[in-house]
């Protein structure tokens, strides 16, 4: 099985910078795609980055192409987030998924193990 744990979350001023971490265990790591969502309150829950071993390249939502990066370290089973030029509307609870095999969709319904939340809080 898969387990996650994210971490890094914190409280960042407008246009500062944070990068989170996903620390991945379970034997299928390299099997699955790697997702960062965010939760905002009173908002769905909607995808910012994934990357799989099987993608060429990671994807993101068009919304934050430039200033989200997402790679990995297969050595340590860790995979980050860098998030650049942070916005008060970027303000929300951070958690990374797995799912089985590509990156194909940015509904949180097809990705099937989740880690805990981390807290990311931008101050304007």
């Known amino acids: 099985d898969v387990q996650l744990q994210a971490s890094g979350g914190g409280l960042v001023q407008a246009g500062g910078s944070l990068r989170l971490s996903c620390a991945v265990s379970?034997?299928?790591?390299?099997?699955?795609?790697i997702g960062w969502f965010r939760q905002a309150p009173g908002k769905e829950r909607e995808g910012v980055s994934c990357?799989?071993?099987?993608?060429?390249?990671?994807y993101y939502p068009n919304s934050e192409k430039g200033r989200f990066t997402v790679s990995s370290d297969n050595a340590k089973n860790t995979v980050y987030l860098q998030m650049n030029s942070l916005k008060p509307e970027d303000t929300a609870a951070y958690y990374c998924?797995?799912?089985?095999?590509?990156?194909?969709?940015?509904?949180?319904?097809?990705?099937?193990?989740w880690g805990q939340g981390t807290q990311v809080t931008v101050s304007s």
């Open positions: 998924a797995a799912a089985p095999g590509r990156c194909t969709s940015w509904s949180p319904a097809e990705y099937d193990h």
């Open positions: 379970g034997s299928t790591f390299e099997d699955h795609a």
């Open positions: 990357i799989s071993n099987f993608d060429d390249s990671p």
